[in-house]
């Protein structure tokens, strides 16, 4: 009996590796037969096409979501914030943008942002689209059709620009405006687009000269938009009667309204930067809303403190500053890093937006530079300190390792790296912007006049009323 | 005939209608109006500034009476909007020249 259970035991050991060959396929490939070959193919395919679809789909409602915080979120947002007569137009500057930056990014903006070129721009291959097609491209996005990809980085390029007509809110001309967006989102947010994210740029994480970790747009978006912003009201000049007169919102229920759906699109601006639906995407989409969270706290008790009671705008501002902070960050950190960034975030805007603004006296009207350009260039530099290659590990070695991805790794130098596109951006967005207001003011003038502005933005540029309450 | 104008705290617009109603007086005219005497606004909040809003919303009746009528009105609206505070409103009191209605073309204390 015992040689018969040995006898038994060794026919296992023989029989088992003969009969499994799924689990190396390549060594039994001679004795195998072509139809568990075709299926084991097949299988491939529909796996593949699994994570495709999964992909795909997220990836197409990040896209719409990241449009709805542009129309009606930022609409609504800034809407509500400036005076009555000016709401539609207001709103017409985003939803301008809408239009238009579609259009130049179908024609130029993409492929000037993600074709091949050197490291500070792309090049022409994909110019009126060509060569994006319904295939994956595998430098950007593998699971996905390009087009998904093209369709996704072209909401950012919209709400980018949007995000500046807060700064000069109630006081350029609509012509103008779309003129001089238009270039900027070919002269500043297509070669910064190519830097961070493009293959070949300078910042790109994989590869660029100076690595940098911005996940969803830190710098490409919030601050660029915000450094802009403050240019513009800069040398636009400001509103007539302030700060002496004091221009309160006509409607912060609209402002409310608005910076919700910018929490809600936000999990497609930094979630959808995953680019699939993978757990990368829920690091992301977690980290967004604990930042949005301890921000609209953070701003909330500091206002509290200083002015003895917290305010609606005060809370919502803090929210959407705490949100600016993470993008960068959002793939990158774990969950409590986004808990204090936001924190951080939410008090430092606050701070730049109550003392420094009045301080200095600019008329950042909607506060594009106190909440984007600062919380933007606070949210890159604390990427630097919190990326952790246990969440996302960006950087590889040679073999494939995971190397320390920020401060929080081991990796102070990467403090460096955010400092250098923090600094890129700065820089490219004072001299493009500067160089296209000039341009533009001197081709068609940028300010209403002051009988205009007097009038309003709505009846003065749109001939329209946003609100006919006796009708 | 006389005009008796009256602007008071919105709050009281309830409060002065049914005393009016109750006088006997049906016909009036409210407007929403924003304005101050000797009360001082409030303050609110915008970006960490305190401003003070002085323009306060108010509420203003206009009626147009017989002379008879006139003191029984005035009482009706003190009665109903009177607070003690500063900013319960001030009423005036004009001669009316014509009256005149619409539908039929009625003149005089009749039309009223």
């Known amino acids: 009996m015992y040689r018969r259970s040995k006898l038994l035991l060794l026919a296992i050991f023989l029989g088992v590796p003969a009969m499994a060959p799924a689990q190396a396929p390549a060594a039994t490939a001679a004795s195998q037969a072509p139809a568990t070959q075709a299926q084991i193919a097949a299988l491939q395919q529909a796996v593949q096409q699994a994570q495709s679809a999964g992909d795909n789909a997220w990836m197409l409602v990040s896209a719409a979501l990241v449009l709805l915080m542009t129309g009606p979120g930022l609409a609504l947002f800034y809407g509500g914030l400036v005076r009555r007569k000016n709401i539609l137009g207001t709103m017409m500057q985003s939803f301008a943008m809408m239009g238009l930056v579609t259009v130049i990014w179908a024609?130029?903006?993409?492929?000037l942002a993600f074709g091949h070129g050197n490291w500070f721009i792309g090049?022409?291959?994909?110019?009126?689209?060509?060569g994006v097609g319904l295939t994956p491209n595998p430098d950007y996005a593998a699971t996905i059709p390009e087009q998904t990809y093209m369709v996704y980085q072209l909401m950012f390029a919209i709400i980018t620009p949007a995000l500046i007509t807060g700064a000069f809110a109630e006081r350029m001309k609509f012509s103008a405006m779309a003129v001089f967006l238009g270039l900027w989102s070919l002269l500043v947010y297509s070669p910064m687009a190519h830097m961070v994210w493009g293959v070949g740029g300078l910042l790109n994480a994989s590869g660029g000269h100076f690595p940098s970790l911005d996940f969803a747009g830190g710098t490409v978006v919030h601050v660029t938009s915000g450094v802009s912003a403050l240019v513009t009201c800069i040398y636009l000049g400001k509103r007539v009667g302030y700060p002496h007169n004091n221009f309160p919102p006509h409607s912060m229920v609209l402002s409310f309204i608005g910076a919700c759906l910018l929490w809600v699109g936000w999990f497609g601006f930094n979630a959808g930067s995953a680019l699939g639906a993978s757990s990368l995407a829920t690091s992301a989409f977690v980290n967004t809303h604990f930042a949005a969270a301890a921000a609209a706290l953070g701003w909330t008790v500091a206002e509290w403190i200083?002015?003895?009671?917290?305010t609606a705008l005060g809370a919502i501002s803090g929210a959407v500053a705490g949100l600016v902070a993470i993008t960068p960050a959002?793939?990158?950190v774990q969950p409590f890093s986004a808990l204090l960034i936001g924190l951080v975030a939410g008090i430092f805007c606050s701070f730049m937006v109550f003392?420094?603004?009045s301080r200095l006296g600019y008329d950042d009207s909607l506060d594009?530079?106190?909440v984007h350009g600062a919380g933007g260039t606070l949210g890159a530099l604390l990427t630097g300190l919190f990326a952790a290659s246990v969440i996302n590990p960006i950087f590889k070695d040679a073999a494939g390792n995971?190397?320390?991805?920020?401060?929080?790794?081991?990796?102070?130098g990467q403090l460096l790296n955010q400092g250098a596109g923090v600094g890129i951006a700065w820089v490219l967005s004072i001299a493009g912007t500067l160089v296209l207001l000039f341009a533009v003011d001197k081709a068609i003038g940028l300010r209403v006049s002051p009988e205009h502005e007097s009038e309003g933005l709505d009846l003065s540029q749109h001939g329209e009323e946003g609100y006919d309450l006796n009708s | 005939m006389v005009k008796i104008e009256a602007v008071l705290q919105p709050s009281k617009l309830d409060a002065v209608k049914d005393a009016l109603l109750e006088a006997g007086i049906e016909g009036m005219t409210i407007l929403e109006a924003r304005g101050h005497g000797r009360q001082k606004g409030h303050t609110e909040f915008y970006r960490g500034r305190e401003y003070t809003v002085d323009l306060l919303p108010k509420v203003k009746i206009e009626l147009?009476?017989?002379?008879?009528?006139?003191?029984?009105?005035?009482?009706?609206?003190?009665?109903?909007?009177?607070t003690g505070r500063i900013g319960d409103g001030k009423i005036f009191v004009s001669p009316v020249s014509e009256a005149i209605r619409i539908r039929n073309d009625e003149r005089g204390e009749t039309a009223l």
């Open chain 1, 306 to 310: 200083h002015n003895g009671k917290p």
């Open chain 2, 64 to 82: 147009v009476v017989h002379d008879e009528m006139k003191e029984k009105a005035v009482q009706a609206i003190i009665g109903a909007a009177r």
């Open chain 1, 402 to 412: 995971a190397l320390p991805s920020g401060a929080i790794d081991g990796h102070w």
């Open chain 1, 355 to 357: 003392a420094v603004k």
């Open chain 1, 123 to 130: 090049g022409f291959e994909h110019v009126f689209l060509r």
């Open chain 1, 330 to 332: 959002s793939g990158f």
């Open chain 1, 368 to 370: 594009a530079f106190g």
């Open chain 1, 107 to 111: 024609i130029a903006g993409y492929s």
